[in-house]
Every structure is written in C-alpha cells, then in structure tokens.
C-alpha cells in the first residue's frame, strides 16, 4: 500500500497525523528489549567483525553518539556486512515474549482520527513483529524504516561514491583513537546509512509520506531525534520523562498519558473516515521496503 497525499488546505485540525518512534516510545524501557539489542550488537561486533571484546562498549558509545545507530557508525569507519545479517542477529533473537498486548494504547489509538504512522531506525520485520505483540498492528497506516531510507539491501548495493570512500583506507577508521587524540586536520568519516536523528532521515521520510510537518506530532523517548524533529518542523512529543528536553513541545511519563497532555487530538472527531485502517495488518509501502 502506498502512502496517499492527505494534505489539506484551508480550514481543517491543527493536526492531520501523528509519528510514532517504536522501541521504547510505543513500550516501556522495562521490557528488557534494549538492553538485549546493545548486548546483541556487541556480541555481533565481536563475532562477526572481529572486534575485540573489551573495546566494544567505547566503540558503540562513540559510534551511537556520532552517527545516531551503531550500525551507521560501523559502516562509516568502514566495517563490511550485509545489513540483512546485521539486522537477523540483533533483532531476530530478541525476546518479544516480553512484550504484551496493550488494551489501552490500542483504544487510543483507534480513538484517534489523524493519521498515524511508525518511523523507526529499526528493520521492517522487527517492527511488524513489535507491533503485533503489542496487538496494534492494524492502528497504523504504515511504516517509515531502516528499508525505507535505505532501500539498498547491503554494502554490496550501495552506490560506487560510497563504495569508493569505503575503499580509501585499508582497514577501518580508528575512531578510539581519534576520539582521544582529535586532529584538526581529521574528520569522521561519513555513514552511507540514512538514520535518525539525521535533519536528513526527517526530512526524507517526510518527503516519502506526504507529512506536513506544521501538521504533525511526532513521538519518540530520544531527547536528539525530539530535538532533529523539532528543527525539522514537526511538534513534538517526548516520551518515557516527565521534563520536557531541548526541543519538546510536551513530555509523557508513558505513552498512555497521551489524552491528559493532547486532548486536543480527540477534538476533531469529525475528520475524514479515510484515516481509520482495517484490522488484519500493518500496512507498508511497498515500493521501499524490502
């Protein structure tokens, strides 16, 4: 299903949709799954790329923090994987049994006529697996995800400017040492890998969606990507904290606290019955997924 253009002019809600970040926005922190995926990507770094164990907790800290994922960073300095296996080993062993179905964040969400979709960093196929588990699969129009804005499947698919930027070196950027050591002659490398918090990533997926970001809240526990939303134009949301971060229009203790903080959202009970979805699947643009 591909996304429609929704847009209207003139009189109409202040908001038409809403954009959810998944993991930990959508379910709390407690179920135990990001823990799982940051031992997950160490254990692939170690296994799969050769890192060395005791390196691995600075590294994914430098990376995460300088190019928004782990996965990102490692292919700026130039480590070589397929993404589908990166994906396979870091969510496909996660414990989803954690995550249990939720009566109330499904109410609120059918109860709300705007649009409504996901935008994750995560793979399509652990998305529709979060999503199920919580039983709201059916609640939003589509999915905005690592596929979607990078619709090349592998190192091996990415085009031949990266490739050749991969290749300028014979083995990967040491970003440990850099990091202890900055040069004003050096800078980081470039990821070719398109991701939040990325003013890019938004803008894109914006684009993709046919969003309207002076009608749109986006929702997500990042403090960074609230902040790249807030600069991309969208009203925001931060949610898992209470205080509002750099960039918050609104803080949420829980997702569930939605009506108390945007009664407004309920105002419009009225807007077009076009943005109510069947029940039975997750819809997903097909032309840039994978």
Same mark, same amino acid.
């Given at each position: 299903?591909? +996304? ?27 179920? /135990? ?16 790329? /050769? ?68 935008? =994750? ?19 939003? %129009? @589509?999915?905005?995800?690592?596929? =979607? ?28 040492? +850099? ?38 809240? +986006? ?13 991309? /134009? ?25 009506? %108390? ?12 019955? =076009?943005?109510?979805?069947?029940? @039975?699947?997750?819809?997903?643009? =097909?032309?840039?997924?994978?």
């Amino acid at each position: 299903m591909e +996304f429609e253009d929704r847009y209207r002019q003139g009189q109409g809600p202040k908001f038409d949709c809403l954009l959810f970040d998944l993991d930990d926005t959508l379910y709390p922190m407690s179920s /135990g799954l990001a823990k799982e995926v940051l031992k997950n990507i160490g254990d692939y770094m170690v296994k799969k790329l /050769g890192i060395e164990k005791e390196k691995v907790p600075a590294l994914c800290d430098l990376l995460y923090k300088n190019y928004g994922t782990t996965m990102a960073g490692l292919r700026a300095i130039e480590y070589e994987f397929e993404y589908d296996d990166y994906h396979g080993f870091v969510h496909g062993r996660l414990p989803y049994h954690n995550l249990k179905t939720d009566p109330i964040l499904r109410n609120l969400l059918f109860n709300m006529p705007q649009r409504k979709l996901i935008f =994750t960093n995560a793979d399509k196929n652990h998305a529709v697996k979060a999503l199920n588990m919580l039983g709201v699969e059916d609640c939003f %129009e @589509g999915i905005i995800c690592f596929e =979607t804005l990078n619709p090349s499947k592998n190192y091996e698919d990415e085009d031949e400017d990266d490739r050749e930027i991969n290749h300028s070196r014979n083995e990967p950027f040491d970003i440990l040492q +850099f990091s202890s050591q900055p040069s004003s002659l050096s800078q980081l490398p470039k990821t070719p890998i398109l991701c939040k918090p990325s003013i890019d990533a938004f803008d894109e997926a914006l684009r993709i969606a046919n969003i309207d970001p002076q009608r749109t809240i +986006f929702f997500d526990d990042s403090p960074r990507n609230i902040l790249s939303a807030k600069r991309a /134009g969208l009203h925001t949301v931060l949610v898992g904290n209470s205080v509002r971060s750099r960039g918050a229009d609104h803080a949420l203790k829980s997702i569930h606290n939605i009506r %108390e903080a945007l009664p407004e959202l309920w105002e419009s009970e009225k807007m077009d019955e =076009t943005v109510k979805y069947p029940s @039975g699947k997750v819809a997903i643009e =097909t032309p840039v997924t994978a």
